[in-house]
């Protein structure tokens, strides 16, 4: 079973920084387009950001030019660096393969806040 395990969420305050990383078991992993999503509090999960097997990446309005997905091949290792975090970017990350889903991982949590 393929296995998708989501890291280096935590606690930071509004305007801080994280990265997660997400290792995958996808086989042939740099053939497949990777992505991020997150649940908040009550709401339902929506996406993040899109890296493709080509680097091309794509962003939700909510958190382009503060995002950068990118994604290392020989690790099977997507991440997500987070710049410039608000209290709105709280939430529950998850990663998966957005053309064919996975079983989802447990996610890692992200809190911002003061």
């Known amino acids: 079973q393929v296995q998708l395990v989501e890291s280096g969420g935590g606690l930071v305050q509004p305007g801080g920084s994280l990265r997660l990383s997400c290792a995958t078991s996808?086989?042939?992993?740099?053939?497949?387009?990777m992505a991020w999503y997150r649940q908040a509090p009550g709401k339902q999960r929506e996406w993040v950001a899109t890296?493709?097997?080509?680097?091309?990446?794509a962003y939700t309005d909510f958190v382009k030019g503060r995002f950068t997905i990118s994604r290392d091949n020989a690790k099977n290792t997507v991440y997500l660096q987070m710049n410039s975090l608000k209290a709105e970017d709280t939430a529950v990350y998850y990663c998966?393969?957005?053309?064919?889903?996975?079983?989802w991982g447990q996610g890692t949590q992200v809190t911002v806040s003061s």
């Open positions: 890296v493709t097997s080509a680097d091309n990446t």
């Open positions: 996808v086989n042939r992993f740099s053939l497949y387009p």
């Open positions: 998966n393969q957005p053309t064919h889903l996975l079983s």
